[in-house]
Nanobody, 121 residues
Framework: QVQLVESGGGLVQPGGSLRLSCAASGTIFSINVMGWYRQAPGKERELVARITSGGSTNYADSVKGRFTISREYAKNAVYLQMNSRKPEDTAVYYC???????????????WGQGTLVTVSS
């Protein structure tokens, strides 16, 4: 069974920075796309950023120029560097990955448990 474990959430002041980490563990043959989503109170979950196995990235318009997603392939890990934080960035952030556990199995989507990020003075 594959698990995604996030860390790095917490309270940050507006304009501040925070870095989220997510590591996949378990039986893993390969990981395709890894990404970060967030869900604010009363809102639907939305894509923040994603990165493919080839290193291609895309971002939500609301975070372009402020957030950077990166990946450490040897550790099956993905990171989200968040700068210039705004109060509207407050949300639970979820790690997501498309994982193949064996060469003959299809990719399946796996979610982390979420980590709360609060932007407030």
């Amino acid at each position: 069974q594959v698990q995604l474990v996030e860390s790095g959430g917490g309270l940050v002041q507006p304009g501040g920075s925070l870095r989220l980490s997510c590591a996949a563990s378990g039986t893993i043959f390969s990981i395709n796309v890894m990404g970060w989503y967030r869900q604010a109170p009363g809102k639907e979950r939305e894509l923040v950023a994603r990165i493919t196995s080839g290193g291609s990235t895309n971002y939500a318009d609301s975070v372009k120029g402020r957030f950077t997603i990166s990946r450490e392939y040897a550790k099956n890990a993905v990171y989200l560097q968040m700068n210039s934080r705004k109060p509207e960035d407050t949300a639970v952030y979820y790690c997501n990955a498309d994982v193949r556990v064996r060469v003959v199995t299809p990719y399946v989507e796996v979610w982390g448990q979420g980590t709360l990020v609060t932007v407030s003075s």
